[in-house]
């Protein structure tokens, strides 16, 4: 069979794959600030085995939208962070401030970097 035909295999099969998880919602202008204090914090504290790195995403058009955007070395390894916590800490982070996010996963599929 040809490479190119070859259907992905869903997450839930392969597991070794990255992942990236991102947290959104609308922040009140009231609070964005407290917002991104409360993100600064987290610097320097330990970090979730199979944890990557996190981005603090703030749309350009609309200041109260926030994204945090975390890779995960695996579906797997963010699978036993949800199950070793009661509230991710990001979803805590957002209803500090009084909003309910969204949550979306995806697979890292391609991955480009200065040296590409």
Do not use: C
């Not at 993100?39 to 058009?61: C, F, I, N, V």
């Not at 995960?72 to 805590?92: F, G, M």
């Amino acid at each position: 069979m040809n490479k190119a035909h070859r259907k992905p295999i869903p997450a839930r099969w392969y597991t070794g794959m990255e992942v990236m998880i991102v947290v959104e919602a609308k922040v009140p202008h009231a609070r964005i600030k407290e917002f991104q204090a409360g993100y600064a914090s987290m610097r320097g504290k330990p970090r979730p085995l199979g944890w990557r790195q996190s981005l603090l995403l703030q749309d350009t058009e609309d200041p109260e939208l926030h994204r945090l955007s975390t890779t995960w070395e695996s579906q797997d390894a963010l699978d036993k962070y949800r199950r070793s916590t009661n509230v991710p800490v990001v979803i805590a982070l957002f209803r500090s401030v009084g909003v309910e996010p969204k949550i979306h996963v995806f697979q890292i599929q391609e991955r480009l970097a200065l040296a590409d």
